[in-house]
């Protein structure tokens, strides 16, 4: 993905979860594990510890998506004989599984029957046998390590600030007002967490608990050694001990699961554990909402996904934190992309959107879908600190809790609510943020607790269908003009619009068709079907040419409009293009071939348009971010940019990569891993590099575990001429020689990203030169440079990461001496352009057609600038020693690189 920003921080976990309080039975385990086996001491040195599935045992039980009803009753006896039925069979599932991974020298640690699997240890045979059977899956199960916040800070003397006695986050949300107004507190309504575990002796928390369970320990007593689960939940349903009032729902109890900081399974026991905390289906203990604050990992998230629609289907509303990924788009975090999840991005005091909020749209099963939901407040959130006193926390964890503490608000203020309507709610009275309507970095906006209770207890329903004159589905954008809020429809264009009594005015909007408007008078308790038939927008022509700011000369280039890009035309051999659209405010993207894709500003379109664009060259360099979304590619930008460097980025989100005509349209590449251990370069990465230093380019890589990653594999010791060493240098002073000499650098503290746990020690392989030393060690290297194979390009290796290095200005020497090593000279990027035209590669001549404008260009200046006593660098001579090459070898030469060589001769 190439875009300009992007990233990701250590992701927190916090599940919350509500219902109607009951009194809670004895706790009994919704799940069952094998007695006699102590998981802690459980030796996996022969083994693999991993989650097995099979199909979901829902589908033979029936009613995944289990009718509504307006009675109470009713609907309590259907999700009892569900979550009956559900166990039954998922006990037969599991026990089945069990006995084949027994037989096959397995062992088994966890069944959970909701999900329809086990955790278990595995030796590699059993694991190719059980592959065999019909419907299974094997997952790795990892850990889920203990979140950090993005920043927190001690608050000693507490004050009563600029918000009337109430945090910022609640008083931006409006929560004085609910107070004042309808007396709400979250009263008789049972919250959930799923987190780190809570202090259960905190005055803040101090006989808020229902209930505790540990899937971590064998502790009984509530226990959070880390004090994410403590702060979270007191933002939810402390008591309000201090004299600033925090909580949201300070009448609300609380269901504390400790499920954080061991494997994945114990999440998905603590999912379980929470639809039926006494395992005793006819007692519907079982919470409301759920709020997640807390990532499962990039693996297989199938069983997760089952637990959510299990939470829904038992009408427990699933509220998810984004993730702390952002600013960079499509960096929500798993499983919050599943449908049914209301997931929350995070503001500061302004309600501006924190940097680190993940941005959506959410990728779930190859489809995109729009997350976030909504936000809340979650930067410098004040709240209850383990072992007393209250602490400022910040991340899309402190956002959710806010969420789920209004949840708890609304099904007191209507307790028939069902788990869909409180979305509803949630979105629809939200504050909208950001563009007008719904967007992936606020989505809907900032809850709004008094107008979302004032819904729930006054308000009616707006439904209804978007469609064309010609009967097809509008995803239509919905504003409720005397509110100024935004909605969508959903793909089918079906709406519910959940708002105040009163007389409404909608606004249907869509791209491509002419606007829709109707009045509807919304009244308490009722539902009004009001559809919108909207007509085609007629079409007018935008036309004009598209030229390289180089020479003016025309391009081979595609223009589409921005979002839109089924409308969409090419240029013609002139550079011409003419495209049809519809009327309105567009924004059009026009790319062509190793240049700059351009946006241009939004343009009005009701008539004929002339469009006329010159477009600039690629930079030399590429920026690739390979760091699994930790968002590191600032330290990168900014050295580049000191240094005088013009990049351009690419972030690997989704396991993407560049391309093989977009990596060969750069002299250099500039790669770098950050801080991840086991995934650095993988198979498609290392064929890619290998092809890209085959051609002649310049490849710099920084990565503190590569070497580790790769000790085993051809590609350090052949391509990068390394070995590894030492997992980690006696120290964070590194020296520089060869192309670094004169450098000193600390890669710890200061203001670099201080992430160097484990910086490697690498030794030399033949034809490498060293060019970093750590202090203090007299075995290995720090950084290596060698040509590539066969003698083509030239590769750079740090093995520790430049975004540690400890200030700016290292890191943008550091950065300008490392490309300046490996980047081709003037005459070694002739030859590879070259040697690229005459490749196999079939898109080869709509690839670098453009690319020799440039380098001609950047030749006629040299000469220009040439200094004549320099004969050993006379660039006439090592274009004629070229040309002779190119006749040698039969190339086909491009065409302005001919008219240079015709010039100099």
């Not at 799923?194 to 899937?215: K, V």
């Not at 702060?231 to 909580?247: F, L, N, Q, R, Y």
């Not at 959107?353 to 959130?381: E, L, N, Q, T, Y």
């Not at 062509?592 to 060259?617: D, Q, V």
Request: glycine fraction near 10%.
């Amino acid at each position: 993905m190439f875009t300009r920003k992007s990233g990701s921080l250590s992701i927190s976990i916090t599940i919350v979860l509500v219902s109607a309080f009951v009194t809670l039975a004895p706790l009994i385990p919704a799940f069952s594990k094998e007695s006699g086996i102590d998981e802690a001491a459980l030796d996996t040195t022969n083994g693999r510890r991993v989650i097995i599935i099979t199909a979901d045992p829902a589908g033979r039980v029936g009613g995944l998506r289990l009718p509504e009803s307006t009675d109470p009753e009713k609907m309590r006896t259907i999700r009892s004989d569900y979550l009956r039925n559900l166990r039954i069979e998922g006990q037969r599932t599991t026990e089945s599984l069990s006995g084949k991974v027994k037989d096959l020298g397995g062992r088994v640690l966890t069944k959970l029957p909701l999900s329809g699997a086990i955790s278990a240890v595995i030796p590699p045979n059993c694991e190719q046998s059980l592959k065999g059977l019909r419907g299974i899956r094997i997952i790795d199960d990892i850990i889920i390590e203990a979140p950090e916040p993005i920043r927190s800070s001690n608050v000693e003397g507490e004050s009563e600030g600029q918000f009337g006695g109430y945090t910022f986050g609640l008083f931006n949300m409006g929560i004085p007002q609910v107070r004042n107004r309808f007396g709400l507190s979250g009263k008789g309504v049972l919250i959930g967490q799923i987190d780190t575990g809570i202090d259960g002796n905190h005055p803040e928390l101090r006989g808020q608990i229902a209930a505790y369970r540990d899937f971590t320990s064998s502790d009984t007593e509530p226990v959070d050694t880390n004090g994410h689960g403590t702060h979270t939940a007191a933002t939810i349903a402390g008591a309000d001990a201090g004299k600033i009032k925090s909580s949201v729902a300070p009448g609300a109890r609380l269901l504390i699961a400790r499920g954080i900081g061991g494997f994945q399974s114990k999440l998905l026991e603590s999912m379980e554990w929470m639809t039926d905390p006494d395992g005793n289906p006819q007692t519907h203990d079982y919470p409301k909402a759920v709020s997640c604050s807390w990532h499962s990992g990039g693996a297989d998230t199938e069983p997760f996904y089952r637990m959510i629609q299990r939470w829904l289907d038992m009408g427990i509303l699933p509220c998810f934190s984004a993730g702390n990924s952002g600013p960079s788009s499509e960096t929500i975090t798993k499983p919050k992309e599943y449908p049914g999840t209301l997931a929350v991005g995070a503001v500061d005091f302004k309600d501006t959107a924190a940097d680190f909020s993940s941005r959506g749209p959410a990728i779930f099963k190859d489809r995109k879908i729009d997350k976030p939901d909504v936000c809340a407040p979650g930067k410098d959130v004040l709240s209850a600190k383990t072992g007393g006193g209250y602490v400022t926390k910040s991340g899309t964890s402190m956002a959710c809790p806010h969420v789920a503490g209004l949840a708890a608000l609304l099904f007191e203020a209507n307790p028939s609510l069902n788990v869909h309507e409180a979305i509803r709610i949630l979105k629809t009275t939200s504050v909208d943020l950001g563009p007008s309507g719904y967007d992936h970095t606020y989505g809907q906006g900032r809850v709004d607790a008094l107008a979302a209770c004032e819904a729930a207890m006054s308000g009616g329903r707006i439904t209804g269908t978007a469609i064309s004159d010609s009967g097809k589905a509008v995803q239509a954008n919905i504003m409720v003009t005397n509110m100024n809020r935004c909605f969508r429809a959903s793909s089918d264009g079906s709406f519910t619009l959940f708002l105040p009594a009163g007389t409404h005015e909608l606004l249907f909007t869509s791209f491509g068709m002419e606007n829709f408007n109707c009045s509807v008078n919304v009244k308490k308790g009722e539902t009004i079907t009001r559809d919108a038939i909207m007509k085609n927008s007629p079409t007018h022509s935008v036309h004009g040419m598209i030229t390289s700011s180089l020479d003016s000369s025309n391009l081979d280039a595609e223009i589409s409009l921005l979002g839109h890009p089924e409308f969409s035309s090419a240029t013609d051999s002139e550079g011409r293009f003419s495209i049809d659209v519809p009327g309105g405010e567009h924004r059009f993207l026009i790319m062509a071939k190793l240049f700059r894709n351009h946006t241009t500003p939004a343009m009005t379109i009701s008539g004929s348009e002339t469009l006329n664009i010159e477009l600039e060259p690629l930079p030399h360099i590429l920026l690739v971010a390979d760091d699994n979304e930790k968002s590191y590619e600032s330290f990168f930008e900014n050295s580049l940019r000191d240094a005088g460097l013009d990049y351009d980025l690419f972030i690997c989100s989704n396991n993407e990569i560049p391309s093989w005509k977009d990596a060969m349209a750069y002299p250099v590449i500039f790669w770098f891993t950050g801080s991840d251990t086991k995934t650095t370069l993988l198979e498609k990465d290392q064929i890619l590099l290998r092809e890209f230093l085959r051609s002649g380019g310049g490849l710099v890589l920084s990565g503190q575990d590569i070497a580790f990653d790769l000790k085993n594999e051809e590609f350090l010791s052949q391509v990068m001429k390394t070995s590894y060493l030492k997992d980690k240098a006696p120290t964070r002073k590194v020296i520089g020689s060869g192309p670094l000499q004169g450098l000193t650098m600390n890669i710890s503290l200061g203001d670099g990203a201080n992430n160097q746990l484990y910086p490697d020690v690498i030794g030399l392989q033949e034809g490498a030169e060293a060019i970093a030393a750590y202090d203090q060690e007299n075995t290995g290297w720090a950084g290596v440079i060698a040509d590539g194979p066969e003698g083509k390009g030239r590769v750079a290796f740090i093995s520790f990461g430049l975004e540690a290095v400890s200030t700016a200005p290292d890191r943008a020497e550091l950065a300008r001496r490392l490309v300046e090593a490996v980047k081709p000279s003037l005459i070694r990027r002739i030859e590879r352009l070259t040697m690229l035209w005459n490749s196999e590669n079939p898109t080869r001549l709509n690839s670098l057609a453009a690319a020799d404008l440039s380098l001609a260009s950047e030749i006629c200046e040299t000469q220009e600038n040439r200094d004549p006593k320099q004969d050993s660098m006379n660039l006439k001579n090592d274009l004629r020693d070229f040309a002779r090459k190119a006749v040698e070898n039969s190339w086909q030469i491009p065409p302005k690189i001919q008219e240079v060589l015709r010039i100099t001769r």
